[in-house]
């Protein structure tokens, strides 16, 4: 579905993203993990077109889509959820979700039908749909963030650190819901820095370090190999 291919990113002299290549097959979880500084999160913002790069190109469902307009990729079904949500905090739960329905062409009627199927799925968001969502936990802002990416249909759902500062049973149920979206029939790209988590859920992972890809491989061998162990999950 997603194809990258020698991908450099440049922050002017400086490189951040280093001749990478990577795939994401249509129907499967793929992790890109790695510390603070890999250049994971530019990787992800030139995928769906918030940066350009200075090299390389990026085909989605086989179509070049290097260098497009942002709301132009969302409208191909390739859905970017950023590091922090991002969801508008002065707005109701609700009126964030349906927010959701403006890159696209849909009745009203039928995308309330599909909110109900959302908040089925997220039951925290249905108890709280008149509460601002600036009030909600981090985990129920999380929540919300991803259920606005459902509601725009995405082919290909891109996650930016969906832990980052939740609490381990939190970060749990945040997972659970992105193996369910997978398996509902998204596909998913997922950068995290808790290896851990992102590597028991994904099929396949890639390993970056200062801007390349060092390692990659099956998910569950990356789990044993052991400098993924010492380096991302704290064993020695």
Known sequence: MLKVEGLTVKYGNITAVNNISFEVPEGKIIALIGNNGAGKTTTLK????LLKPSNGKILFNDRDITGQKPHDIAKQGLIHIPEGRHIFPQLTVKENLII????????Y??????????????PKLRERQKQLAGTLSGGEQQMLAIARGILQ???LLIL???????????????????????KQGTT???????????LSVADYGYVLEVG????????????????????YLGEM
């Open 188 to 198: 998913v790209l997922l950068v995290e820095q808790n290896a851990q988590m992102a």
């Open 100 to 107: 959701s329905s403006f890159s696209r062409t849909i009745k």
């Open 46 to 49: 030139t995928i769906s077109c």
């Open 153 to 155: 249909k995405p082919k």
């Open 109 to 122: 009627k039928n995308f309330k039908l599909e909110i109900e199927q959302v908040l089925d799925t997220f």
């Open 212 to 231: 390349d890809v060092v390692l990659e491989g099956n998910a569950a061998s990356l789990l044993e190999d052991s400098s993924v162990k010492k380096i």
């Open 160 to 182: 930016d650190e969906p832990s980052m500062g939740l609490a381990p049973l939190i970060v749990e149920d945040v997972f659970e819901n992105i193996k369910r979206i997978n």
